[in-house]
């Protein structure tokens, strides 16, 4: 069973080293460089987590000895083709030692249901082209493609993949 609950303030810098940890593990293979570095630590600073926090809905999934994963997500947001319009996922992060355990599986859930009873029409998100992992869990969940993105770092394009997933409340 996952316990599930809304982020507090005080959970800023364990979200913002678990954010760091997990997008390393997930988008870097060999050397980090200091472009990389500095992407992580401004992007995921606990400012930058404390700010998400108080502004968007953060969910985190609790296992009493500490945080395994957390959603980001924000209502009445517009993706980058379409026409699409809902919550987007902004960030779906579980622990790299923790994955595959059915936490991302619960997270997500509560997002479609929270998102449901808001009345959202839809879920929607990026995810790198070549993140397969990510792309059979939100295949698994019932997302389809519907266009493509680009993630830019440093000046280099990441091709994206913008996923969607009707909500019940879809016309
Ligand atoms: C992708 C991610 C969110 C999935 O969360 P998770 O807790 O590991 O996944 P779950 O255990 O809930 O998986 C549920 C189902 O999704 C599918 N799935 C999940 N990971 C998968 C993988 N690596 N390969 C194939 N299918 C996968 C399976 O159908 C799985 O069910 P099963 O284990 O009974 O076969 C998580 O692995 C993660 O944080 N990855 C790194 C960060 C990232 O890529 N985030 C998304 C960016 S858009």
């Not at 810098?13 to 630590?41: D, H, Q």
């Amino acid at each position: 069973m996952v316990a599930l609950r809304p982020a507090q303030a005080k959970d800023a810098p364990v979200l913002a080293a678990l954010s760091i940890e997990t997008w390393l593990n997930t988008y870097t293979r060999a050397g980090l460089g200091p472009k990389r570095a500095a992407y992580v630590l401004n992007e995921f600073s606990p400012r930058a987590l404390m700010q998400a926090i108080e502004d968007e809905q953060v969910t985190v999934s609790d296992h009493n000895r500490g945080i395994t994963g957390y959603t980001r997500a924000r209502e009445g947001q517009i993706a980058p083709v379409g026409p699409c319009h809902g919550t987007e996922l902004v960030t779906l992060y579980i622990r790299p030692a923790m994955q595959r355990q059915g936490i991302g599986h619960a997270l997500l859930s509560n997002l479609v249901a929270q998102a449901t009873r808001r009345g959202s029409p839809a879920l929607w998100l990026t995810v790198n082209c070549r993140n397969h992992n990510a792309r059979a869990f939100y295949k698994a969940h019932g997302f389809d493609p519907i266009g493509q993105t680009d993630f830019v770092l440093d000046g280099k394009a990441y091709p994206n993949f913008v996923l969607r997933r009707d909500l019940p409340g879809a016309g």
